[in-house]
């Protein structure tokens, strides 16, 4: 990624905008942004994990797993806006720290992966009322996916904050 | 032992030092203290949304707490440790940091605002459990976490920028 053409005319094109510009005006933009951003990230973060622990069995198990959805998965959902927009603007306000950083992209790749895992969970949540009426036998690969969830978002948050030390020339 | 020449000795300690010379060790220890930064923060939310009457007001207060807060503890206890690591390695900047003096006031004040709550504010929790709109002292104090939180989050943010600042003169 570090080499890439498209990436570098992105990178230059990005830096070059007056938002960019207006983004680092004043170095305590950026902090702001990062805080707003990790706020979201501790919604995100707690959200997704107290719902794939309800469906590993681990947490509130007298609840039924929708109604522990129907608690959590509407928060990550309305926070994700959030966080991908202070994360475009912080990509904006220092595109090279991100975009020519392999450890961003690994981020974008987890990222990518947790979310389609808590979209296939989602889509099948109206199983879980058959499954506890015992019309239907509980799917194991719910679990897995759940445990997958929790490690996958684990990760996302270490390659967010190993971001800063895998910068390029630093 | 003065202040300086504590952080001094915490400094030159075999941990600290250690810590300070890897490539490695900052940089993951720091990935695990943000991730439980974000279970302590937005676990506490879960209960502090209940208190203010926002959110999951189906439920009884207690059922929530009991539910919720083990996490949090846990959470509390891995951020606790990584950041009494990460500490050790510069205690001395970190003692000179408002950022870090600032952050560790808000947690002792999150702290009283718990026991407050716990010794004095829910003595009456029976007449409120199952309330949707709790007292207001109960509000309050879920208002005052959030709050107090938010601001442990960006005052850690704070931290690093003022290090930055301070080493690379910006």
């Known amino acids: ?170 | 032992m003065d202040i300086p020449t504590l952080a001094q000795s915490i400094y030159t300690s075999s941990v600290g030092t250690a810590i300070r010379e890897s490539e490695t060790l900052f940089p993951l220890i720091e990935s695990v203290h943000v991730l439980a930064i974000t279970l302590v923060a937005g676990s506490i939310a879960v209960v502090d949304l209940r208190m203010i009457g926002l959110s999951w007001t189906s439920r009884p207060f207690s059922r929530i707490a009991s539910e919720v807060l083990p996490y949090t503890w846990i959470a509390f206890l891995a951020a606790a440790v990584t950041g009494a690591l990460l500490f050790t390695s510069h205690a001395v900047e970190f003692t000179q940091n408002p950022y870090f003096l600032l952050k560790m006031g808000l947690i002792a004040l999150a702290g009283l605002n718990m026991l407050t709550f716990h010794f004095i504010t829910s003595r009456n929790r029976a007449a409120w459990d199952d309330s949707r709109r709790p007292p207001l002292a109960v509000r309050l104090s879920g208002a005052a976490s959030i709050v107090l939180w938010i601001g442990i989050i960006a005052a850690g943010r704070w931290i690093g920028f003022y290090l930055d600042q301070v080493r690379f003169g910006g």
């Open chain 1, 1 to 170: 990624m570090e080499d890439n053409a498209t990436i570098s005319a992105l990178v230059q094109w990005l830096a070059a905008t007056r938002l960019s510009s207006a983004l680092t005006a004043w170095p305590e933009i950026i902090p702001l942004l990062q805080s707003i951003h990790i706020v979201c990230v501790a919604i995100v973060m707690s959200s997704v994990s107290f719902y794939n622990l309800r469906v590993l069995g681990i947490f509130a198990r007298q609840l039924p797993i929708g109604a522990v959805a129907a608690r959590f998965l509407p928060w990550m959902w309305w926070t994700m806006p959030v966080i991908l927009t202070t994360g475009i603007l912080l990509i904006t306000a220092e595109p090279a720290r991100d975009l020519q950083n392999s450890t961003f992209w690994l981020k974008m790749l987890l990222l990518l992966g947790a979310l389609s895992l808590t979209t296939v969970m989602y889509v099948g949540r109206d199983r879980e009322e058959a499954i506890r009426a015992g019309t239907i036998r509980k799917p194991r690969w719910r679990q897995l996916v759940a445990a997958v969830s929790i490690i996958l978002w684990i990760g996302i948050v270490f390659a967010g904050r190993m971001i800063a030390y895998t910068q390029n020339g630093s």
